[in-house]
């Protein structure tokens, strides 16, 4: 594929089918980031500077979705591993540090993410991909990094709990 808008450094990615998915990557990064907007839109950079130099260079392993979602999964990860570490340093180091430092909630207060956000992190996150992200759960694994069995295991463990969860709220309810 020779698009004219095709990336110098990286041949397989089109502007133009980067500009289609950009919302959604966006609305995974700002979930990444515990949806604090100028932490995703940090990442959202740092993946396009990855994309356009060609240090993460897409070979079609994948769909570009799935890939893109995946650099943002990892610059997310890096990121809060050094932010973890940093605050562990300040932890250790400062007798008077608080927890003023954590990342706040967001405020979603909606019965259905209430009971999301208890589901265990890979249950979430497969839950967020599948339909929130409009992946599939092949792709939602992929971007996880985990095996397409595993996330269906995830993604069916979640769907019991979040039933169990909202029946008994709508039992409550009657």
């Not at 990615?13 to 515990?34: P, Y």
């Not at 608080?98 to 956000?117: G, I, Y």
């Amino acid at each position: 594929m020779r698009d004219a808008d095709a990336l110098e450094n990286n041949p397989e990615i089109t502007r133009s089918a980067l500009e289609a998915i950009h919302g959604q990557v966006f609305g995974w990064a700002l979930s990444r980031c515990n949806y604090d907007r100028a932490a995703a839109e940090d990442i959202m950079q740092q993946a396009y500077v990855e994309l356009l130099s060609g240090n993460a260079l897409f070979r079609k392993k994948s769909t570009l979705k799935t890939f893109v979602f995946s650099v943002v999964q990892n610059l997310a990860r890096s990121r809060y591993r050094r932010l973890a570490t940093r605050l562990r340093l300040v932890r250790e180091h400062a007798a008077n540090a608080d927890d003023s430092f954590l990342p706040e909630e967001p405020d979603r207060n909606s019965d259905v993410w209430l009971a999301v956000r208890h589901l265990p992190v890979r249950q979430r996150d497969i839950i967020e991909l599948v339909f929130c992200r409009e992946l599939t759960i092949e792709e939602a694994a992929s971007v996880m990094g985990i095996t397409t069995g595993t996330g269906r295991v995830h993604y069916d463990r979640a769907k019991k709990a979040l039933r169990a969860a909202l029946g008994s709220l709508a039992d409550d309810m009657k």
